[in-house]
């Protein structure tokens, strides 16, 4: 950070267009982290205010006042009052918005308070006309008593008005707006009394701070117990409660003589939409409807640049393999490496359509109806509205359906979705399930149903069940504390402003690539070295043994069977093969041998490599789907018995319905919730309730077959 | 004197009192505020949660807050 850029913090209410101010200031020149330890957001840019001055600007998260109610607001709160705090602002800006301009001047008179160099901005501008809303700067400037700024970024008003304003920033002053102590002189007196060199707004906020919320560790300069002992929590709130009358006489104060509303403007057609959007019945099927459209795109248009991408990289491996000479480093490099490469770019399309579609429900306003609307649905299962999004998401992909959970500020319910959602059924399921029914249940109908697609069906709903059932539990079983209150704005539907999607979309891939994709690429390398080494004479001399085996049976092999039986033999004594007969007996009551052993192992990688490592083993083309089934259905137990039967088909789905067998999902977990404690209690925990079902169901079943 | 939750679609009432520790600063500091005015904007398909207009704005509550909180009708 160079010395002459000016510290510019932006700050107000969720929805005013924080985000938007960002944009326009920083454009595609920002950094999306996280704050250090915790997993709230942090969103920095860089903006040149003229040719000599850049200012770094960070978008603070949307709050309501400085009263703590949330992670996210004592993020602002900790960075505001920390003098210390390397993201602490020179110059605070109060983004506010024309239509609910008294409630968000609250939060500017407590900023101001503050004594930090404040200036206001009124964004939306483009709406007064509409609205029939008229604001007298010039007067709202002295009743504030600070410089105020009109802008809209949707017509781009004002912004290098702001820019100018900032590069002036000496000029603003750093008087209060009120006088905390009015609200209690005897208590603040007392206060006086004992800390004398302390501002009193300052420290009535780090005494109220843990009132109704338990902060993160602070460091308080403080004892708190010192400054709590002489008035209750509960008159704490009572005093609180009277901040906010002295502070909205201030404002209103202020307001009527700068600010005219005339309400005689109807609603316009955002009112019909809405009370369509949320309709008894319409608001459900709308609801479906878009979810619908959205899975549908998912699928189709991600297949075309997925298949292409999966083209490419397995062009780049075969051009390394061809170029290079044939040994250890060739195969790292196109089986290894690039294979990787080519696991990680493959989520892409995924995860830009994905991040697309919420990003524009997201700036619609229509995702506050969802949450709206189903909140009473999840509430019996401890989450609330706001975790339907993931959830619903999660039967696409696990792993935007993480990054999706973003938007749940409580954290515990944050928390709760994030671990579930590996239950609901993702994509790469379904090769999996389509195989194993195609093998296991009768191609037959019940009551006029296909008895096939029932059971897919079926496998559906038991993710959905399974994940709302583990919420409840967990909901009971996690002692992080929460504020039981459920509140959400809606804001007014509003056009999606396509620069803001366009971001979103852009910084969510990137860094998905970023944090989740490295860890990806590493572990892929790891898989890809065990199933491709091995020790012992067996894997070393393994095209040896095959062709000399072949001219012992002296029938007429394709040299491609040949291959296929090469590689089938190498697996089979790989690290990894080894690992597959060493768990042999543990997935044995599940009525399985080594070779989907070797598959479950393999599978971590990616569930959708089941049936490419089951092609290896068996020594067919991965290509020839029917090939593979036929040699499933060809292998028999010991005892005679079809290895692919009733009872260890359903054994089979129920484990991969359950079981967290996705690194990916486990490394954007780590990064989503900053800690290997949460994704490694999630794959030992699923793991484990998978193990149990299908070990559970193989033995109820097997006696009848 | 009425609950919040009583209110029809499209009321307009004056916020009375309400039971202090039900309400929190969150939607004090929102405008529920003795005094001011209060229009219940909407119910969700499910019957709860309820919208709520507060100063110009929209705000989705569950119907365990609003019983707490009492209006009157003019
Ligand atoms: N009409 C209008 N809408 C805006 C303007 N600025 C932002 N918005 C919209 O307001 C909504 C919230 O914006 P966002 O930047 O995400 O707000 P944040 O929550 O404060 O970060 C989005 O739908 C934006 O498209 C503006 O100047 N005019
Ligand atoms: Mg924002």
Redesign the pocket.
């Known amino acids: 950070m160079s010395s002459n850029s000016l510290k510019v913090a932006l700050v107000?209410?969720?929805?005013?267009?924080?985000?938007?101010?960002?944009?326009a200031l920083t454009g595609l020149r920002q950094k999306v982290g996280n704050y250090p330890g915790i997993t709230v957001e942090k969103k920095t840019g860089r903006c040149s205010l003229n040719e000599s001055t850049t200012a770094d600007i960070i978008?603070l998260p949307?709050t309501y006042s400085l009263n703590t109610t949330s992670l996210d607001e004592s993020v602002v709160v900790e960075i505001l009052l920390n003098k210390k705090n390397t993201d602490h602002p020179e110059v605070i800006v109060v983004?506010a918005e024309v239509e609910n301009l008294k409630r968000n001047l609250l939060l500017f008179t407590q900023i101001k308070d503050l004594k930090i160099p404040t200036l206001l901005v009124i964004?939306?501008?483009?709406?007064m006309a509409k609205k029939g809303i008229e604001i007298d700067v010039e007067t709202l400037e002295k009743e504030l008593n600070t410089k105020v700024i009109l802008?809209?970024?949707?017509?781009e008003l004002g912004i290098d008005e702001l820019k100018t304003q900032l590069v002036n920033h000496q000029e603003l002053n750093t008087d209060t707006c009120t006088d905390i102590t009015a609200i209690d002189q005897v208590y603040f007196e007392q206060l006086k009394s004992i800390f004398s060199s302390f501002d009193p707004y300052k420290l009535w906020l780090l005494i109220t701070q843990d009132v109704n919320f338990m902060p993160i560790e602070k460091n308080p300069p403080l004892q708190k117990e010192d400054l709590t002992s002489t008035k209750t929590k509960a008159e704490l709130k009572k005093l609180q409660h009277k901040e906010t009358v002295l502070r909205y006489k201030f404002i209103n104060a202020a307001i009527s003589k700068a600010y005219i509303k005339n309400r005689l403007k109807a609603d316009g057609w955002e009112g019909h939409l809405d009370r369509v959007l949320t309709n008894k019945f319409l608001g459900f099927i709308i609801f479906g409807a878009i979810l619908l459209t959205i899975f549908q795109v998912i699928f189709d248009f991600s297949s075309i640049p997925m298949d292409a991408i999966d083209e490419l990289f397995a062009g780049l491996a075969q051009v390394v393999q061809n170029s290079l000479p044939a040994g250890v480093f060739a195969d790292l490099l196109s089986d290894g490496l690039i294979a990787g490469i080519g696991g990680v770019v493959i989520f892409i399309p995924q995860i830009a359509f994905l991040s697309f579609f919420i990003a524009l429900l997201?700036?619609?306003?229509y995702m506050s109806r969802v949450v709206f609307m189903v909140d009473r649905l999840m509430r019996p299962f401890g989450l609330s509205g706001k975790s339907i999004v993931p959830l619903m998401t999660g039967t696409a992909c696990a792993i935007p359906a993480v990054m999706a959970t973003r938007n749940i500020e409580n954290w515990k319910d944050r928390l709760i979705t994030i671990l579930v959602v590996p239950f609901t059924t993702c994509s790469a399921r379904l090769p999996v399930y389509l195989i194993i029914i195609s093998l296991v249940i009768p191609n037959e109908r019940f009551l006029g149903l296909g008895l096939q697609p029932l059971v897919l069906t079926l496998l559906y709903f038991l993710g959905f069940a399974m994940a709302l059932l583990a919420a409840a539990v967990l909901n009971g079983v996690l002692k992080i504390p929460k504020t039981d209150f459920f509140m959400v704005e809606m804001?007014p539907l509003?056009r999606?402003?396509f620069k803001?999607v366009g971001i979103t979309v852009y910084e969510k891939t990137k860094s998905f690539l970023t944090e989740a994709g490295r860890l990806i690429l590493a572990l892929s390398v790891i898989i890809w070295f065990l199933g491709s080494n091995g020790i012992g004479k067996d894997f070393k001399n393994a095209e040896q043994i095959v062709t000399s085996k072949v001219e012992a049976s002296k029938m007429n092999w394709t040299k491609e069977a040949v291959e296929q039986e090469i590689s089938n033999y190498k697996l089979e004594h790989s690290f990894i093969g080894y690992m597959g007969k060493a768990i042999e007996p543990m997935v044995k009551p599940m009525g399985l041998d080594w070779k989907i052993g070797i598959a479950l192992i393999t599978s971590f990688a990616a569930r959708e490599v089941f049936v490419g490592t089951l092609a290896t083993i068996y020594s067919v083309d991965e290509e020839d789907q029917q090939t593979i089934r036929e040699k499933m259905d060809s292998e028999r137990t010991s005892s005679g018995l079809k290895r692919f039967n009733l009872a260890s088909g359903i054994a089979i789905l129920l484990f991969y319905a359950f079981a967290m067998q996705c690194m990916s999902t486990l490394a954007i977990v780590k990064k989503e919730t900053n800690s290997w404690k949460w994704p490694m209690l999630q794959f030992g925990a699923m793991t484990l309730i998978a193990y149990i079902c299908a070990v559970g169901s193989y033995q109820l079943i097997i006696p009848y077959i | 004197m009425k609950k919040l939750s009583q209110l029809k679609v499209g009321e307009r009432a004056t916020i009375a009192s309400f039971e202090e520790d039900a309400v929190p600063v969150k939607l004090l500091e929102l405008g529920c505020l003795p005094g001011n005015q209060i229009v219940l904007h909407s119910i969700a398909p499910l019957k709860d949660p309820i919208c709520v207009e507060l100063e110009g704005s929209q705000i989705a509550i569950r119907r365990e807050t609003a019983v707490r909180i009492f209006v009157e009708t003019v």
């Open positions: 107000g209410n969720p929805n005013t267009g924080k985000t938007s101010v960002f944009n978008d949307g983004v964004n939306m501008a483009d709406r802008i809209s970024t949707r017509s997201e700036e619609s306003g804001p509003r999606p402003q803001n």
